[in-house]
């Protein structure tokens, strides 16, 4: 009998939920054929078959969460046990929570409570650390109902109930036509990370534009031979991947970030592409994105937008990005403020080319205008900066030599 065991899942990611078992129990399986779905924070991961035999039994359940090195089930050797399946364990309801009243600064750690589950490690840690009670998060969202520390950090995010707090709200009532899902974990996750970055950085967000002429001139004249000598077109994102990376060796406080009471300045660049994928947005990391040529950046960024497309993306594609890009103009976006990527200081917003008259010369003239916005924090990256870095990527992109010429 061989155990089916859950894959290490990255960096910063401890626990996944089980989505789906793409097999019975009792059914035949072949050598690395994918056998379970796993969802974490970030992607979804198929398990494969670690042996080809029958899938003898089902440890674990749909939504039930399982750490790194956790059995979800067992593959007996040949077909005889196909004839005794193993029935699949059905999921324990969590339990209710019991109405309180929240006062969480009254206590220095974590607090059992009669019906309530014990909290998972992390939540315990992150529980002691700020003095928040089981009785006061109630049930959690974890494994029979344990606690985990996306519930902490979500009831951390929710300001502190008034000492006469009735019970807690009841569901809405669903009118004709509405429809209750329940979120994703990717989708809670990108929920939980936007309103973390909201609440820990000091935001801001700049503005300008970019006569996008001569970059389209200069992709017209050459997008033919591009393609035919390095077989990936030439977009707009190089440019502005290059563009970025000139501007951040200029201003590094743009590409660092706050750790605890450091600046951690990096000498490289991770560039991160927000592409949208079936279950949300993600943004894979272009590592090196500062050695690299633009049929390279287009290759890469080309793959990534496939993997995304087709839910293939891997953890490690997704961590470790020091500034990131995100597109909104092949949604028509035509102005909006990006979120920062914590613990990144930076984000840049290419928006949709929309032909504008604009003064040239003293004479008007209709050109193809890109707002562009930098989304920053304000704790690490100064205005006069964040301005600054702007203008250079405005300047980089109206004159793409700079870009050839390093300068």
């Known amino acids: 009998m061989t155990d089916i065991l859950v894959p290490t899942l990255g960096e910063s990611v401890s626990s996944a939920t089980v989505a789906r078992w793409l097999k ?10 994918p056998l379970v779905e796993l969802e974490t924070d970030k992607v979804t991961v198929e398990v494969n078959a670690p042996s080809a035999g ?14 790194p090195g956790a059995v979800l089930g067992s593959i007996a050797a040949g077909a ?46 992150l529980m002691a650390e700020s003095g928040a ?3 006061a998060i109630g049930a959690g969202t974890g494994k029979d109902g344990r606690i985990t520390k996306g519930d902490v950090i979500d009831f ?3 300001p502190a109930a008034a000492p006469a707090a009735a019970a807690p709200k009841a569901a809405r009532a669903l009118e004709a036509g509405e429809e209750r899902v ?3 974990r990717l989708r809670a996750t990108i929920a939980r990370r936007l309103k973390e970055a909201q609440n820990t950085a000091a935001m801001l967000t700049t503005f300008n534009e970019v006569d996008m002429g001569a970059a389209m001139a200069l992709r017209t004249e ?11 077109k030439l977009g707009f994102m190089s440019f502005f991947v290059k563009a970025c990376v000139a501007a951040l060796k200029e201003f590094p406080a743009v590409n660092a970030e706050i750790d605890g009471d ?42 990534f937008g496939k993997k995304a497309r087709d839910g293939a993306l891997k953890l490690d594609e997704l961590a470790g990005g020091s500034f990131t890009i995100t597109n909104g103009g092949i949604y028509g976006s035509l102005m909006s403020t990006p979120i920062l990527n914590p613990p990144q200081s930076g984000i840049l917003g290419m928006h949709k080319i929309q032909e504008r008259p604009m003064v040239v010369g003293g004479k008007i003239e209709v050109r193809p205008m890109m707002y562009i916005a930098l989304s920053y924090d304000h704790r690490i990256v100064d205005g006069k900066e964040a301005v600054s870095f702007l203008v250079r990527v405005k300047e980089s992109i109206e004159d793409p030599r700079r870009l050839m010429l390093d300068i």
């Open 133 to 135: 009670s089981a009785a």
């Open 156 to 158: 951390l995010a929710r």
């Open 222 to 232: 050459y997008k033919d031979v591009f393609e035919k000598k390095h077989g990936v």
């Open 24 to 33: 019975k129990a009792g059914e035949a399986v072949a050598a690395d054929e």
């Open 182 to 184: 329940k979120m994703t």
């Open 54 to 67: 029958v899938l003898e039994a089902i440890a674990a359940a749909e939504g039930a969460e399982v750490a």
């Open 262 to 303: 450091e600046i951690v300045y990096k000498n490289f660049v991770h560039m991160g592409i927000a592409v949208g994928g079936p279950s949300g947005l993600v943004v894979p990391v272009v590592r090196n994105a500062d050695t690299l040529s633009f049929a390279e950046i287009e290759k890469t960024i080309g793959a």
């Open 80 to 125: 005889a046990a196909a004839a005794k399946p193993a029935p699949a364990p059905q999921p324990v309801a969590p339990a209710p929570a019991t109405p309180h009243v929240e006062t969480p600064r009254a206590v220095t750690g974590p607090v059992a409570v009669p019906g309530a589950h014990a909290p998972l490690p992390a939540a315990a840690k």
